[in-house]
Every structure is written in structure tokens, then in C-alpha cells.
């Protein structure tokens, strides 16, 4: 697939649009700090309890599939449901 085919697919992402990382363990900490080194504005990663800013146009779920329910279910979830995804767990 060339450039300009997969740019047509799907609109570039918003640079500005702020990430929200759920999750302080190892995935959400190296995607946290991978989004920041990218120049995309990051929260977190955001530990048990803490809750993404309505800033945050995107929410990345970095938590145990355990816990999937209660980080999506947060009570102020600023976040459109298509605009959140789960980093799925892997075991070794």
C-alpha cells in the first residue's frame, strides 16, 4: 500500500489531541513515555483511581484484563467510547 492510499483510509492524527495512559505498569509507562517522545501532549500514566482530564481525546487502557470493566466504567470517562482502546495483556 503506497502513502498516498493509506492516508485516504484514515485522517492523520490530531497532534494536539491530549492521550490519556490508564495504567502505571510497564506497558502504560513505556507508552506514556513513548507518546511524549513522539511529541503527543500525555497523561499519566495514571494510576488506580485517578481519572483522565476532559482534555483527553484519547484514552489507552494499560490495565490487566481483570480490570478492563472498572477503568472503562470510571465515573467521569471524558472520553467518546470509540476514542478508547485496551493494550492487550500478553502472558510470557
Known sequence: MNKDSHSSLSPAPDPARRVAVVGAGRMGTALAAALAAAGRRVEGPLRRG?????EAGV???????EQIDAAAAAPESPADPAQAAHA???AP
Open 50 to 54: 485517578a481519572q483522565p482530564s476532559s
Open 59 to 65: 484514552v489507552l487502557l494499560c490495565v490487566s484484563d
Open 88 to 90: 492487550a495483556e500478553v
